[in-house]
């Protein structure tokens, strides 16, 4: 075992995967003698050549359009795209082409891509360089979305994800990627995209989350603890295919259910939870299944006291906990 | 040629191609047999589609010598083609025998590109290298760079052609393909088919350019524009850019300026934008009379060859469309299938 940050366990498992298979091509802006605007890329490029580690122009669409064609003969790559918030020129690209191109041709070609997308607020970003995305792309059929929230599935999931024969995004938090440290296991070991995993059992009420809002959700957990408030944090990993589950088998546990994004609320993917627990956990609950969500802004504004208005934090998934326990 | 020059040719109206070298009699007759082919399975996906039992036609009347003259540069076993809806010509010349577009046509369950899921035109086909294609206008550029960029790293010697109408080459995504071709002196041919409607929408509200091939000089790389009722231009101009292609020189804009015999669709009535002598003189320009004549001039089609050409055209339509006829529909319990990664595909082999 051994202890690395959230960053380091991304680059990792590139550098793994790159060494293993020799199909594998990274691409994207900055990520060659730079290593990427974050530093994820760092080495990669002096490791294995301008051939695999690819610098491009500022073009999106380009990047997944190109990688897309590289799939379809032969190689694996994993574009990145620099910012979430710079995604959308590709989403022609990712939803048209890239997510359906096995259904439409009924299975004669496929696309082995993974997608890496920092995402996420809290870092002093903005409206444009703190989006969360993931409700967007988790709509699509053909498509996975994976969120790690921890060192170990950072790596974990991203060598799962490229070696899956299906288009994965994987949305790494861009404030996880310095901040937190943790054990990874040593050896070639996988995390297989699906499966949620319960970060800490509780007994009344459930709060699901992903990426930052885990840990967010993990220290909600203490706090209400100290009330005497047992909440069991589901970290859900895999946004699709969603891990029903593990959701469903913990609300059975709890009886309640919170939500948590920093997505803005309206059309985010807690409407996905929520709906599954009405329609499939009904006869469980005794309380409305809630969301505590990033506000219905168009964008994370830019000063601190904006950003500590937009973030959920603890103190408030907390104190919307309690609101779900003494309904 | 050097990079961004442009070479114009304008349309030779009456005027006869001088027949090029290095192309045999064979080649020729062959070239003229997939124009015919072209055509008469254009006609029969009408034919198909009046009498309702396809429910839409696009059709690539009078772009068969732009394209056969193209696809048949390529090295067809090994190289790649990523077409668009009109690209009924491209198609017979890649390999896909009439009786896989007529399945595409009629939506069966063995239609090769989709088993029945798209609507007819979009072609693609593994086997015969012919990467699986969409609706939304020119993402196929991008992808023809990703597939000359992975032969180019796997140095697998591949050229890599696609196609696409002058109307999407508005779209970013062809600026886009262009520039990054550029930067890595990809083995792609991107031929631009110019029939001067973006549907209803003529090329002069489209651009501020006489000519598409213009485009290639603001990316460093040739662009050429040739006019494709004139088979033999066209073949001479695309071998030039394989051959480029291949040497590891780069990409080529190829322009080929082309009438557009029917409305943009089934669904469209072109008398309502387009005047009608002007449809009138497309038909002047139809690609099939010009290389007719020349073939005959050159000594090198005669009423015997060309009666036989005529039969085995119309053998493989009518067989064509009666394997299609007979072939079964797709289930619609299968449609949940191939979302994600199946290890079978649907006639139960393996993938």
């Known amino acids: 075992m051994a202890e690395r940050r959230y960053l380091d366990?991304?680059?990792?498992?590139?550098?793994?995967?790159?060494?293993?298979?020799?199909?594998?091509?990274?691409?994207?802006?900055?990520?060659?003698?730079?290593?990427?605007?974050?530093?994820?890329?760092?080495?990669?490029?002096?490791?294995?050549?301008?051939?695999?580690?690819?610098?491009?122009?500022?073009?999106e669409?380009?990047?997944?359009?190109?990688?897309f064609g590289m799939a379809a003969n032969g190689l694996v790559p994993v574009p990145e795209i620099q910012f979430a918030d710079f995604i959308h020129p590709a989403f022609n690209q990712i939803l048209s082409e890239v997510a359906r191109v096995r259904y439409r041709s009924n299975n004669d070609y496929g696309c082995q891509m993974t997608i890496r997308v920092p995402w996420g607020g809290g870092v002093h970003g903005a409206l444009y360089h703190s989006q969360s995305i993931e409700a967007f792309y988790a709509h699509i059929p053909g498509l996975k979305v994976v969120v790690p929230s921890t060192p170990a599935d950072a790596k974990g999931l991203l060598k799962a994800a490229i070696r899956d024969p299906d288009p994965v995004l994987y949305l790494e938090h861009k404030k996880l990627y310095r901040l937190v440290r943790g054990e990874i296991p040593d050896g070639d070991v996988t995390v297989p995209i699906g499966p949620a995993a319960v970060r800490r059992p509780g007994r009344d009420l459930s709060i699901f989350a992903y990426g930052l809002m885990t840990r967010e959700a993990l220290a909600a957990a203490d706090l209400l603890s100290h009330d005497g408030i047992e909440a069991e944090v589901v970290d859900l990993r895999t946004l699709r295919p969603l891990d029903k589950t593990t959701v469903l088998e913990s609300v059975a546990r709890t009886s309640r259910a919170l939500v948590v994004h920093e997505d803005n609320r309206f059309g985010g993917f807690g409407a996905e939870i929520i709906a599954t627990i009405a329609e499939e956990a009904f006869a469980h609950l005794d309380a409305p299944p809630t969301r505590f969500c990033g506000p219905d802004v168009p964008g994370v504004p830019f000063a601190q006291p904006?950003?500590?208005?937009?973030?959920?934090?603890p103190d408030r998934i907390a104190k919307a906990a309690r609101a779900v326990v003494s309904y | 040629m050097s990079a961004g020059e442009i070479r114009a040719v304008k349309t030779r109206e009456g005027e006869r191609t001088p027949r090029a070298g290095g192309v045999s009699d064979a080649d020729l007759l062959e070239m003229y047999y997939y124009v015919r082919l072209a055509r008469a399975v254009d006609e029969r996906m009408w034919v198909l589609q009046r009498s309702g039992k396809a429910a839409f036609v696009i059709s690539g009347q009078g772009h068969e010598c732009a394209q056969i003259g193209a696809v048949f540069a390529l090295d067809r076993e090994k190289d790649w083609l990523i077409p668009y809806y009109r690209s009924v010509g491209s198609v017979l010349v890649k390999g896909m025998p009439p009786a896989e577009i007529f399945l595409i046509q009629l939506s069966k369950a063995t239609d090769p590109s989709s088993g029945g899921r798209q609507m007819p035109g979009h072609y693609g086909h593994s086997q015969h290298k012919i990467l699986s294609t969409s609706s939304p206008l020119m993402t196929q550029f991008l992808h023809a760079d990703g597939v000359a960029l992975?032969?180019?790293?796997?140095?697998?010697?591949?050229?890599?052609?696609?196609?696409?109408?002058?109307?999407?080459?508005?779209?970013?995504?062809?600026?886009?393909?262009?520039?990054?071709?550029a930067v890595h002196k990809l083995a792609v041919i991107f031929v631009v088919e110019n029939n001067g409607y973006a549907i209803s929408v003529p090329?002069?509200?489209?651009?501020?350019?006489?000519?598409?091939?213009?485009?290639?000089?603001?990316?460093?790389?040739?662009g050429v524009t040739v006019d494709g009722s004139h088979i033999l231009d066209v073949y001479t101009a695309a071998r030039e850019a394989v051959a480029r292609a291949r040497r590891g020189d780069g990409p080529t804009l190829l322009e080929i300026k082309v009438p557009r015999l029917t409305g943009h669709s089934s669904d469209d009535q072109q008398d309502k934008y387009r005047p009608a002598d002007e449809i009138a003189a497309a038909k002047q320009h139809d690609p099939i009379p010009v290389f007719t004549e020349e073939l005959r001039a050159w000594g090198v089609l005669t009423d015997a060859n060309e009666r036989e050409i005529a039969n085995r055209v119309r053998r493989e339509v009518d067989l064509g469309t009666e394997v299609a006829e007979t072939a079964p529909a797709p289930d619609p319990a299968t449609a949940t299938r191939y979302v994600y990664y199946e290890a079978d595909l649907p006639d139960g082999r393996p993938r």
Not at chain 1, 24 to 40: R, S, T, W
Not at chain 1, 61 to 67: E, L, N, P, R
Request: net charge negative; charged share 20%; aromatic share 8%.
């Open chain 1, 9 to 59: 366990a991304i680059h990792d498992a590139l550098q793994e995967e790159m060494t293993l298979d020799e199909r594998v091509i990274v691409l994207g802006e900055d990520v060659g003698l730079k290593g990427g605007v974050f530093g994820v890329t760092d080495g990669l490029f002096g490791q294995f050549g301008g051939d695999r580690v690819i610098d491009t122009p500022i073009s």
């Open chain 1, 306 to 313: 904006f950003e500590e208005w937009f973030m959920p934090n």
């Open chain 2, 150 to 181: 992975a032969a180019k790293l796997r140095r697998t010697g591949e050229v890599c052609m696609t196609e696409a109408g002058e109307g999407s080459t508005s779209e970013g995504d062809f600026h886009e393909a262009l520039n990054f071709a």
């Open chain 2, 203 to 222: 090329v002069s509200a489209q651009m501020g350019l006489p000519d598409v091939s213009a485009h290639a000089a603001g990316y460093g790389i040739p």
């Open chain 1, 61 to 67: 669409s380009m990047i997944i359009g190109v990688s």
